[in-house]
């Protein structure tokens, strides 16, 4: 089965195409990030603006590149959400075009399936799996009894990890985005600014906001008593201390469900303290971290997972397929 | 454009979806109906319905029609993002019209025609017609701005707010505009985003 599929839900542009969920044909990725440094964030407007521009270039690219044809495909796959609304219209009303054009049948697919599928483009899924999903919005710990079967563990009950991540650098003056700057940093540094233990409620959940708030704090008190902060030292303090509190949660969930598989999925799974620390604490379970250029958003993720939730619903949309800027991973 | 040509024409700028087949200047079907701003959802239906209806399958197609804005920055992206894609896809031509020229050609009589689209706190999306008998002419390129003002400068115009397009007016009127570079093709915005704005004006 040939798949082709959109992603367009934050700032990048991405076609794909893939071969049975797992050989993947092209992976082309237009990103719109130099456009969002100068204002410190992705802003929606413009980002809708630059798929528009993008989209059918990027459509053209990867055909070529995979060298098929339209009648060669045999499914359409979007990301139907979660994201920002403007960007997902663009990449949704496109697929539904080229699909209605072609008369391909199409599917919306889960932004988050598409992360957690990166996995499976290197390595077999093995179940149970308990998949740690990191990203600027998502902080969730996931079990997978099989393919396309999600349970919510936990989640985040604040911050998301890669928006502390970005608030953390931004108070350090180190600029946009903050995850691979601070993970780059880090490793010159020392962790000698003590941080706090995370506590949460739930032994699968997370919270970001008090080791934020306390590294914001220590930084603006430091200033104020003209002391110099050292950005490396603070960068390896925090994210140690950010990292631990993954290790610590997913160790839970594995522990407790006997899950045979651990992976790392969404754009902090590219951070080089995170996946060392997982494989260097997971011994006993089959540890994946999916390759770097499938952590960031791409398409080939999004039809991997399409794939294995065709695989399993035998299911389709139809024209009316819409957005949604939350949509509930099921 | 050969006069025997089938047209498929989209406009998602306003509020109202249109959508409409055409073969020559005659219209075979046609929707023009009040959206809840879900044109994502309704316009990819609404052509396939009239596909349907009419007999007709893309591949017939021989040009492609679109609004290009200005209007909601949401809503007309949608319609030219699927023009686009058809476009591209089929190797057809596509054609890209004002939308504040689609309201203009909807006008019932002869004589200066302001089409006119709210824009919220007291400003407009809005231009300057003509029309005498089977010709519509811009006589005052569109902008985004206060109404008022406009309005006063031209007390003879009717403003215009909605109106369902002819195409066959603006056919005869020259005012359909070959896209070279389907690509390269976006919605007429009229304005930078805020964020822009704010950064220009060094805030
Ligand atoms: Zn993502």
């Known amino acids: ?330 | 454009m050969k006069a025997s040509s089938k047209r498929l024409i989209i406009d998602t700028a306003t509020a109202w979806l249109y959508v409409g087949l055409f073969d020559g200047d005659t219209c075979i079907l046609e929707h023009y109906e009040k959206g809840q701003n879900n044109h994502s959802v309704t316009l990819m239906p609404t052509i396939e319905r009239l596909f349907k209806e009419a007999g007709w399958t893309i591949d017939a197609i021989d040009a492609f029609v679109v609004g290009i804005g200005p209007g909601s920055y949401t809503g007309v992206r949608i319609g030219v993002v699927v023009a686009k894609m058809f476009a591209w896809t089929t190797g057809k031509p596509l054609f890209k019209v004002s939308s504040l020229a689609l309201i203009a050609s909807g006008t019932s009589r002869d004589g200066l025609v302001m089409p006119v689209m709210d824009a919220r706190r007291g400003n407009a999306f809005m231009a300057l017609y003509e029309k005498r008998g089977n010709r519509l002419s811009l006589v005052q390129e569109e902008r985004h701005g206060a109404l008022a003002p406009f309005k006063d400068e031209h007390p003879d115009a009717s403003p215009l707010e909605q109106a369902k397009p002819d195409l066959g007016l603006l056919l005869d009127s020259g005012l359909l505009v070959a896209v070279d570079s389907i690509h390269h093709l976006a919605p007429v915005y009229l304005r930078k985003t805020e964020a822009e704005r704010n950064l220009d004006d060094g805030r």
């Open chain 1, 1 to 330: 089965m040939i798949v082709l599929s959109v992603e367009s839900s934050c700032d990048e542009t991405s076609v794909a195409v893939a071969r049975d969920g797992k050989e993947i044909l092209s992976n082309v990725v237009l990103s719109q990030i130099s456009l969002h440094q100068a204002f410190g964030g992705v802003v929606p407007e413009i980002a809708s603006r630059e798929h528009v521009k993008g989209v059918t270039v990027v459509f053209e690219q990867a055909i070529q590149e995979a060298g098929i044809k339209p009648q060669d495909i045999d499914l359409v796959a979007v990301t139907q959400g979660p994201g920002l609304i403007g960007s997902l219209l663009v990449g949704i009303n496109a697929a539904k075009a080229f699909a209605f054009a072609h008369g391909i049948p199409i599917t919306g697919v889960h932004h988050i399936a598409g992360h957690i599928y990166a996995n499976q483009i290197e390595d077999d899924m093995l179940f149970p799996l308990v998949a740690l999903v990191v990203s600027g919005g998502h902080t969730e710990l996931i079990l997978m009894r099989d393919h396309y079967r999600f349970e919510k563990l936990g989640e985040t009950q604040d911050d998301a990890v890669g928006e502390a991540y970005d608030k953390v650098a931004r108070v350090l003056g180190l600029g946009y985005p903050g995850g691979p700057i601070i993970d780059k940093l880090a490793v010159e540094g020392t962790t000698r600014y003590p941080m706090p233990h995370i506590k949460t409620a739930g032994k699968y959940d997370f919270s970001y906001s008090g080791l934020k708030s306390h590294v914001i704090n220590t930084v603006n008190t430091m200033k104020m008593k003209k002391e110099t902060v050292d950005p490396k030292d603070m960068a390896a303090s925090f994210q140690e201390a950010a990292v631990r509190h993954l290790i610590e949660q997913s160790k839970n969930a594995i522990e407790d469900h006997q899950a045979k598989m651990f992976i790392i999925a969404g754009g902090v799974a590219a951070n080089k303290a995170l996946r060392k620390a997982v494989f260097d604490t997971f011994k006993a379970v089959k540890v994946s971290v999916p390759p770097f250029k499938y952590c960031t958003d791409n398409a080939a993720m999004m039809a991997i997972a399409a794939h294995y939730q065709y695989q399993t619903k035998q299911r389709t949309d139809d024209m009316a397929l819409n957005g949604a800027s939350r949509l509930i991973l099921s």
